[in-house]
C-alpha cells in the first residue's frame, strides 16, 4: 500500500491552482498564481531593444529573472543585494524559465524587441519554478496580445502553449507536484516542460539520494503529462481566449 | 480656486485604502496594504538575536528592509543585485521605517530579539514609505501578538500606536497623501510619522523647487495630522483588539 | 535650571566655526570647514555633463557625494571599499547635501553640466551633514565664480544662499548644534536648511527616544534660524563678495 | 542518409579522450581531461569541515567549483572578478557537477568533512560539464585514496562510479558527444549522468529549437548509456584499481 | 647642459615639505605631510588584535591603507566603492607603505596588537607614496609613544627610523623627487625606501620607456639617499625626541 | 660554508625549466611553462580596440592578467569572486607583468591594438612573477608572429627580449631563484625583469626582515643577470627562430 501524501493528495494530484492575471497596472502582461501554499507574482515586460548578440537579426529575444522575497520560505533569507552576490540556485532556475518560455514564441515573428519576464517569490512551498513558467505563460501571452493591441504586432506570434510541473519518488511512490516537504525527502526529483502538444521541452531529473531507472523515468512522464495537460486547461480558461486566439493555439497543437 | 486634483480628490482626502493581515503563512506577522495603486507587502520575522551593539543589554531592535519589485515602476527598473550595489532612495527609506517603527514598542520589555519588517513594493504610485510603515505598523503589532501567544512575552511591550502620510504643495495648493505624479511636480513635499497620541515621530520636509515658510509647514502638519488620524482608525479596525489589546492602546494614548 | 551642556556653551550657542576656502589646486571651488572638532573637506568639481534624464533639457545638475574617513570617528571604521557595500548612512546624507544645495542654484542658468560636491570627513564629533551643507555652499559658490571667470557662465546663477544646522532636545533643554555625545543621548533631533531668506529648505526632526509636539518643533526652527544666520554671515565674510555678488545675494534675500 | 559530423564522428562516436591523474602535487587528488579540445583540470580537495547545515551530523559533503580560463573560448571572455558577478551559467554548471558527485560517495562514511572539485576549463569545445563530472570522479576517487592511505577513512567509501556524455539531435539526427559547433546548432542538447549499472544519477534535456517527444528521448538515453559505459571503461583503466577496489565497483554494480 | 626642472628645482632638490603632527583627535598617532603640493593625511591606529595568521604567536602587525579622495587629482576620479572594486594601483601602494613600515617596528616586542596607517591623499602631485611611508612613520611614532604613554608598552619597540623617495630619469637627467609631471613623462622611475642608517628597505625600480643601467641604479640611489637623509632629518625635528628616545634613534643607527 | 638548499642546488642554480608553445588552440600565442613546481599557462589575446586613453593616438598596448587557481597552493584558495574582491597581491602582480612586457615591443608600429597577456598558475612553487614574465614573452612574440602571418604586421614591432628571475638572501647566502620554502624565509627578496641586453626594466627588491645594503644589491644584480641569461637561451630555443627573426633580436641586443 502506498504511504498517504502529508496533505492526503492522490499521488497523481496536483494541489489547487489560481491563476489571477492583469495583477500589475503597468506591466504589458502579469499573472499571480496560488498553487497550493506556493505564490508567485510574474511580471511581462517588453522593452524595444534586444541583446547585443541579436542586434540587426530582426529576432525578438524572451528572459526571465527569478528572486524570492526574503519571508517567502520557513526561516528568512537574506537578499541578495545584502548577501553581495547572485545566488546559484536562482540563477539556474531563471536560466531554465527563460528557456523554457522561448519555447512559446516565434523570435523573428516578435522581432527586435526583448519581453523580460520577472518572476518574484512571495511565498514558496515546493515547486515555485514550475508555478513560475505556468504563470510565466500567461503574463508572456497577455504582453503579446498587449504589443498586437498597441499595434506595434500585426499578430500574436505565438509558437507553442507552455507549462510545467514536478514529479517525483518519494518513500518509493511516484508523486506528482511536490511540497517543499515531499521534496526536500524525495530521492528522485523532475521538473518537466512541455508544449501544448505534449512535447518535451525541458527535462530536468535528478537522483538525490539514489539513481533512477528508464522505466521510472517514463511513468514519470506520464504523471507529468497529465499534471500539464490539466495546468493548460487552467492557463487557458484564465485567458479567456477570443475566437482567433483559441485557433492560433489549435495550429500550435 | 483651487486646482482640482487628478483623480478629483479634496486636497485633504486619502486615496481608498485597504489592508489585509495575515498573507504570508511563515512570517510572524504580515500585512499587505492597498493604498490606491500602491501596494506593499510587508512581513515581520522575529529572530532571537540582536546587533552586536546590543548583545547583553537585554534590550531588543526593531530594523527594515525595503525594495521595490522590478516592474512596480512605469518603466522597470533593474535589480539591485544586477546593479550591482544597494539604491541609495531605498538605503534612506529603509532607515526611516526602522526608525519610525522602533518608536511602536519599548525595546527592554522586548527583550534580546530582532524583528525585522521586510516591505516589498509590488506596485507603487507615490506614498510607498508611508505605506511602508503604517502596514508595517500592523504586521510588527500581530509578530508581538504571535509572542505572546507562544508564550515568549508576558505582554505586549507596545509603547505607541505608528502611522505615517506625506503631504506635499502642488500648485499652490497644499494637497495630503500624494500620488507619483502630484509628488513629482511638488514644490513641497513631507512625510510625517505620528503617534496615536499626534506627537511627531519623524518628519521629513523637502522643498524641491522652493522653499517653505514656518507656517506653511504648520498647515502641513495640520493635514497630516488629520491623514494619519483615519490611518489609525483602519489600522485598529484591521487589528480587531481584543478588550485587553484595546486597553494597551489607549494607555499609550 | 538648565543642565550645563559638556562643553559649557549656551543652549542656543554655536561652536567655533572657521572656513577656509582654496584648499585644493585643482577642485574649481573647495573649502576645509572646522566646526568644533568637526573638519569637513568639500570640493567642487565642474564636469560638462549631465545624468541621462538631464540630456538636452539645457539644465544643469548639482549632485554631491559623502564619506568618512576611516579614523575621522572615535573608533577607526572600516572603508567602504572593503566592507563591499555602501555604508547606508552615508548614502542618505548624500542625498541630503546634493538636495539643499540644489535649492541654491537656478539649473537652466547653469546649463548642461554637473557641479559635483565631494564632502569628505576627516574628523567627525557630530554635525557632519550640516557643516557639509555649510561648506558645501562656499565651495559650490566658488565652483559657479570659476564658471565666470572662465566665460563658461555670463553670470553666476544664484538662486539662494543656503546653510544649514542641528537642533535637538536633550535632558530636556533644548539644544543647537550637538556635538556627538549629545546627539547620540538627545530625545529628539533635527537637522534644518534654510535659505538666505529663512526658508526652509530641508527639515529633517526625528524622535528617537520620545514623539515631540508642534510647540517643540516651533521652538527648535526658531534656535535653527538664529544658528543658521550666524553662520551664512560666517559663509559671506569668508566669501568675500565683490558688489555685483553682493546684489546677487540681496536680490535672493 | 544522415548529415556526416564536421570531423566524420559516426553519430554515436566519443572523441578521443585521454585522462592524466596526479597532475597536481599539492591536491590530494586530481586529473586532467583531453576530450577532443575540450581541456579539463580537475582538484579535489579535502578540508576536515562540513558546510553548517552538515555540522554535528557525522555526514560528509561534495561540492564543486566551475571555471573557464579567460582564452579557453574563441574569443576572450573577461574574468568573473573582472564582470563583478558569478557567471549565472558557471553557477548552473557547478551546481550540476557537486550533485552528480555526491552520488558517488556514502557521505556518512565519508565523515565531517568536505570534498572540493575543482574543475578549471583551460579550453573549450562542447561538453565542459560532462568532461568535469568524468574527470571528477577520477580527482574524487584518488582523493578518497589519499583519506584512506593517510589513516583518516577505514575504508573508500563508493558509492557508485559516476560519469557523464552529452547527447543531443542536431540535423535530424541524434548524435553523441557534441563538439561547441554541433551544440550550438542542435534542436535538442541532453546531458546525462549515470551510474556504473547505467541508472540515471541526472538528466537535463532543452528543446533549444523544437521539442522532443518521449520517443526521441528514449533514444538519446541509449546513445548516451553506450557512451558512459566506454568512458566508464576509461576511468577505471587510468585510476589502475587494486584487487580490493575492483571489487569495491562491483559491489556497486 | 641639464634641462631645467619645472619648478626651477637643482636635480638633486626636494621640494618644501612641512609635517604637522597630532592633526586628529581620536588616532593614537597623525601627521599631515604637505610635500610640494602633495598633501597626505596619515593616521596611525592601534587595535588590540592581530590577523588570524599571527594569533597566539605574540607578535604584532602594521599594515597600511591608501586611497584618494576623489578630487586629490585634476580630474576628478571616482570613488572605488562607486566604480565597485579596489583600484589595483591603491593595492599595490598599500602593500609596499605595509611592508616598509613594518621595518620600523621590533614585531614581537609590539606584542599582539595591529597598527593601521591609513594614508588619505588630500592633494597629489606625485610621490604620494613616497609621502605616506615618511608621514606615516611619524604617526607610527606618536601610537608607539602613546603605547607607552598608556603603559600598555614599557618601552617603543623601534627597530630603525624609515623614510622614501622617488628618484628618476627624465630628459637623460637624474633627478631626485619627482612632480606629477615629471614623473609621468619619466624613462626611469623609482621609489626609494631606507633605513636611518642608509639600509635599503625596498627599491623599486621601473624603466617605464627605456631600460636603465646598473650604473644609473648606482647614481639614482646615491641620489636618493641624500634625499632621505634630508627627509629623517624633518622627521626628527617634527617628532621633538626626548633623550631616551634620541638614544633609541641612536641605537638603530 | 654555505647553507645547502633545501633542494641541493647551487646558490646560483636554476629549477629545471621546461617551455612548451601553441598550447591553446585558440589564443594567437600561448605558452606553458614548467619552473620546477611552479606552473603557469600563458595566453596571448589579440584583440583590435585600445583602452580610451590610446583611442586616435595610433599606439597599441599591451596588458596582463594573473590569478592563481584555487588548488595551486598547498592549502586551498578561495576564488577572488568568492571573495568579493580582487586579490591585491595578483593585482600588484599582475600590473609588474604588463610593464615588464610593455618593454618588448615597441607600441606605435604594433597599431590600435591590445595584446593581453593571461597568466593562470596551475600550481606555484615560488616565483611565479618571473615565471609568467618568462613565458608571457614567449606567447608575445608568438602573438606578434600570427599578426605577421595574418597580414596585419608588417614586421614584428620588437624593442627587446624580457625575462625576470628572483633572487634573495637567506640564512645569510644570497641565492637564485627561490623556491616558496626559501622565499618565505628570505630576509631579502628581489624580482628582476631585464633586456636580452642586460638592461634593467623593472627591480623590486624588499627587506623583509632586515634592510640591505648597495654591495648585496649588486651582487644579487649580478646572480640575477646570469639566471636571466640562461632564460633567454631557453626562450630562443623554444621559440625555434626564423634567419630573420634572429636578426630581430640581435638588433635589439
Not at 38 to 53: D, I, M, R, W
Not at 156 to 165: E, F, G, M, T
Request: with cysteine.
Amino acid at each position: 500500500m502506498e504511504a498517504a501524501r502529508i496533505d492526503g493528495r492522490a499521488p497523481g494530484g496536483l494541489r489547487p491552482i489560481t491563476i489571477e492575471r492583469g495583477v500589475n497596472r503597468y506591466a504589458e502582461g502579469s499573472a499571480l498564481i496560488r498553487w497550493g501554499d506556493t505564490h508567485v507574482l510574474c511580471t511581462a515586460t517588453v522593452e524595444e531593444k534586444v541583446p547585443p548578440f541579436l542586434r540587426g537579426s530582426g529576432s525578438g529575444w524572451i528572459t526571465a529573472e527569478y528572486a524570492m522575497l526574503p519571508r517567502s520560505t520557513q526561516s528568512r533569507m537574506q537578499r541578495e543585494i545584502n548577501r553581495g552576490k547572485r545566488d546559484a540556485r536562482g540563477s539556474e532556475i531563471q536560466r531554465l524559465i527563460g528557456r523554457s518560455l522561448r519555447a512559446a514564441v516565434d523570435m523573428p515573428r516578435l522581432g527586435e524587441r526583448t519581453i523580460t519576464i520577472d518572476c518574484d517569490v512571495l511565498q514558496a512551498d515546493g515547486g515555485t519554478r514550475t508555478a513560475s513558467i505556468s504563470a510565466g505563460f500567461v503574463a508572456l501571452f497577455d504582453a503579446l496580445r498587449t504589443l498586437k493591441a498597441d499595434g506595434r504586432l500585426a499578430e500574436i506570434p505565438l509558437k507553442d502553449q507552455i507549462a510545467a510541473v514536478s514529479v517525483g519518488k518519494s518513500g518509493g511512490a511516484l508523486v506528482l507536484d511536490l511540497r517543499y516537504e515531499e521534496d526536500s525527502s524525495a530521492d528522485v526529483d523532475a521538473n518537466v516542460v512541455m508544449t501544448g502538444r505534449g512535447g518535451i521541452v525541458e527535462i530536468q531529473g535528478t537522483g538525490e539520494g539514489a539513481a533512477f531507472s528508464r522505466a521510472e523515468l517514463g511513468q514519470m512522464l506520464d504523471l507529468a503529462a497529465s499534471g500539464i495537460a490539466e495546468i493548460q486547461r487552467r492557463q487557458l480558461e484564465v485567458l479567456g481566449l477570443t475566437e482567433d486566439e483559441r485557433r492560433l493555439f489549435e495550429t500550435c497543437a
